[in-house]
C-alpha cells in the first residue's frame, strides 16, 4: 500500500466518526514512525484546519537525548506546528523493567496534556501490532491482550488515537524516503535484550522469510480477537446488570452463571472498579473456593493491589487493605481534622447537630482508639447498653471494617463509634457530629 496524507485524513475521519478535534496532538519521539505521521499531518491542516502540537517526552535515558530534543524541536519548526517538550524520571529498578517505566511515565505525562476535544495520536502501525500480539502469547493473555494495541480509547480528558495500525513499515519508510525526512535512530532499538526488540530483529524476520504478510496475518487475528474480547464485555455488562454494582456482586446470581461467565463477570468489575486485573489463577481460585464457600466463612483471594472478599450474599471487589496503622496520638478536638493514616482517611467534628457529642466533651479533645474486644454503647435513642461486637453484627458492617472504625473516648468512657453511634450519655441537643471522609 502507499500511505499519503489523504489516506491520513481518512482515517482520523474514521476514527473520530468526522467530528475531529479540537487539537491534534503528536506523541513525537523523533522516529521514523512518529517523523512521518507529524509531517503527514501537518500536510492536511487546510482540509482539517485544527491546531497541531508535537509533544517530545524526553526519558533521560540516553547520554544523546539532549540532540534527539534538539532535532525534534527544529523539525516542528520546519513544519509550522506548536511544539512542547517534557522531562520525565524513570525508575531504572522498576518491576516490570526500564522499558515499562519509561512508557509509564511517558503516558502519565501525555494523560496531563490533554485537554476535553483533544486527539492525541501516536504512530504505532502494524508491525507494532503484531509485536504485542506476540509478546501477550508469550505472556498467556487472554482475548482482552490478543486484541492488541486499540485504535481508539478514551485518554485523559481527550482521546488516543492510532491511525496507523493498518500501515505497514515498509510504507512508512517510503513515505520517509520520498519526501527526503531526517529522523532519529534510537540505539537501543537493535538492542535484543528487550523482548520487544527481539521479536523486531530475530523472531518477526524469520516469519516473514516462510510468511511474507505474517505481519498483517497477525493483525487480523488481534481484530478478531478484539471483536471477541468485545463481545465477552458486553456479557458480562449483562450479568452485572443483573447482580449489582462493580463493587458489590449479588452471590445468588453469580452463582447461578456458569464458571467460565463467573470468570467473565468478575474480570470486568474488577476492569470497571480501576483495579489491576486479576492473575488467571486468581479467578480460578475465587470461583473454586471463594464463590461456593460456605455461608459462615470469610474467604479472601488477594493479588497486589486489590482482593476479593465475601460477606453474607456479595462478593466484594475492593483495593488491598492497608495494615492497621498506629493509634494517633493525638487527640480530635472541633478546630482541627485528624488524619488517621494510609487508607484510613480524616475524622473532623461538625458543629450544630441535633444529638450530636456534648461540645464541653468535644472541646476537652477525644481520643482515637480501634477495637480491643469487649467494647459496650448504648446509643442515642437506645434503651439499653450493648456489646459492640452484637451492634456491628446487627448493622451489617463487614467484617474487615470493624477494626478499623475509629473510636472516640473522652477518658476511659466510649463517646462515639466512627459517624455511626454516639453515647446517648454524651449526646446534646445542638453537638458534635462525626464526619469520617476519604
Known amino acids: 500500500m502507499t500511505f499519503n496524507p489523504e489516506f491520513l485524513l481518512e482515517r482520523l475521519t474514521e476514527l473520530t466518526a468526522g467530528e475531529g478535534a479540537s487539537r491534534w496532538l503528536v506523541a513525537f519521539s523523533g522516529g521514523i514512525d512518529s517523523t512521518v505521521l507529524l509531517h503527514a499531518l501537518s500536510c492536511m491542516r487546510e482540509p482539517h484546519p485544527a491546531e497541531i502540537m508535537a509533544i517530545h517526552v524526553d526519558h533521560g535515558l540516553h547520554p544523546d537525548s539532549p540532540n534527539w530534543e534538539n532535532h525534534c524541536r527544529q523539525f516542528a519548526e520546519k513544519l509550522n506546528v506548536?511544539?512542547?517538550?517534557?522531562?520525565?524520571?524513570?525508575?531504572?529498578?522498576?518491576p516490570g523493567g526500564p522499558e515499562a517505566a519509561a512508557r509509564q511515565a511517558r503516558y502519565a505525562l501525555l494523560r496531563t496534556l490533554v485537554r476535553d476535544g483533544d486527539c492525541l495520536l501516536s504512530a504505532h502501525h502494524e508491525e507494532d501490532q503484531a509485536e504485542t500480539l506476540l509478546l501477550n502469547l508469550m505472556r498467556g493473555s487472554g482475548l482482552a491482550g490478543l486484541a492488541g494495541?486499540?485504535?481508539?480509547?478514551?485518554?485523559?480528558?481527550g482521546r488516543l488515537l492510532r491511525p496507523l495500525l493498518d500501515v505497514p513499515a515498509e510504507a512508512?519508510?517510503?513515505?520517509?524516503?520520498?519526501?527526503?525526512?531526517?529522523w532519529i535512530e534510537d540505539p537501543s532499538n537493535a538492542d535484543t535484550r528487550f523482548d520487544r526488540n527481539f521479536l523486531r530483529q530475530e523472531i518477526l524476520p524469520r516469519l516473514a522469510s516462510r510468511w511474507p504478510a505474517v505481519s498483517a496475518r497477525l493483525k487480523q487475528s488481534a481484530d478478531l480477537a478484539s471483536e471477541a474480547s468485545t463481545l465477552l464485555r458486553d456479557l458480562a455488562d449483562i450479568d452485572l446488570a443483573a447482580s449489582g454494582s462493580p463493587e458489590r456482586l449479588d452471590l445468588e446470581v453469580l452463582g447461578a452463571l456458569s464458571p467460565q461467565r463467573q470468570r467473565n463477570l468478575l474480570r470486568r468489575a474488577i476492569s470497571l472498579c480501576g483495579l489491576p486485573p486479576a492473575p488467571a489463577t486468581r479467578l480460578y481460585q475465587a470461583v473454586h473456593e471463594l464463590i461456593p464457600a460456605r455461608e459462615d466463612a470469610q474467604p479472601r483471594v488477594a493479588w497486589p493491589g486489590a482482593e476479593l472478599r465475601r460477606y453474607r450474599n456479595h462478593v466484594y471487589i475492593m483495593p488491598a487493605i492497608p495494615d492497621l496503622p498506629d493509634e494517633p496520638a493525638q487527640t480530635l478536638r472541633p478546630e482541627a481534622s485528624l488524619d488517621l493514616g494510609p487508607g484510613m482517611g480524616?475524622?473532623?467534628?461538625?458543629?450544630d447537630v441535633d444529638g450530636?457529642?456534648?461540645?464541653?466533651?468535644?472541646?476537652?479533645?477525644?481520643?482515637?482508639r480501634y477495637r480491643h474486644g469487649g467494647e459496650e454503647i448504648r446509643p442515642a435513642g437506645h434503651d439499653c447498653t450493648r456489646k459492640l461486637k452484637k451492634l456491628l453484627q446487627q448493622e451489617g458492617i463487614v467484617p474487615w471494617m470493624r477494626s478499623r472504625l475509629p473510636l472516640l473516648y473522652s477518658g476511659e468512657n466510649l463517646v462515639a463509634v466512627a459517624d455511626l453511634w454516639i453515647a446517648?450519655?454524651?449526646?446534646?441537643?445542638?453537638?458534635?457530629?462525626?464526619?469520617?471522609?476519604?
Do not use: M, T
Open 82 to 94: 506548536a511544539y512542547i517538550s517534557e522531562r520525565v524520571n524513570v525508575d531504572d529498578d522498576s
Open 149 to 157: 494495541i486499540g485504535a481508539a480509547r478514551s485518554f485523559g480528558e
Open 172 to 182: 512508512i519508510r517510503d513515505y520517509a524516503k520520498r519526501h527526503e525526512l531526517a
Open 346 to 351: 480524616q475524622l473532623a467534628l461538625k458543629p
Open 356 to 368: 450530636g457529642i456534648n461540645p464541653e466533651l468535644a472541646s476537652a479533645g477525644l481520643r482515637v
Open 424 to 438: 446517648g450519655e454524651c449526646s446534646h441537643r445542638a453537638g458534635y457530629g462525626v464526619c469520617w471522609r476519604k
